[in-house]
């Protein structure tokens, strides 16, 4: 497995940098399950930065008060503190091996060992991730 080989635990950058920086290397190893695990996490982490539509603003006006040019429409972002980072990256990686224990049957052993091995990859940007307040052994 790609990650095995790898360590991105660099003191300071942050766990979504360290996963970025691991998926250009995870596709050029043609590492499919690390490629599908990082851009899976990284897509809900910027899903966890959107910031609510007011349902009004979705309605719109007048197409001529609409604005105009580039990035006009663009929504201010949150900005993730890494320990919000850090919960997304692993409830990632819980989601996967609950449902892996779910998956039982013979059938759906290949699946199940995939989910496994997904969860493997993102727990190990875990391993060293931020280690601030309320993060040590016993806190939840």
Known sequence: MWAQGHSHKVTGMSVR??????????????????VSALRATLAALDN???????????????????????GATEAPRRELSERCMIDVVRAEATERLEVAAQLTAP????????????????????????????????TT
Request: glycine content about 10%; charged content about 25%.
């Open 17 to 34: 940098l360290r996963m970025r920086q691991a998926l250009p290397e995870a596709m050029r190893a043609r590492d499919k399950t690390a």
């Open 48 to 70: 966890a930065e959107a910031v609510p539509v007011d349902e009004a603003a979705l309605r719109g006006g007048a197409f001529e008060q609409s604005p105009v040019g580039a």
């Open 107 to 138: 059938a759906h052993a290949d699946r199940a060992a995939q989910l496994r091995a997904e969860a493997a990859v993102l727990l190990h940007f875990l391993d060293s991730a931020w280690t601030g307040p309320g993060t040590g052994p016993g």
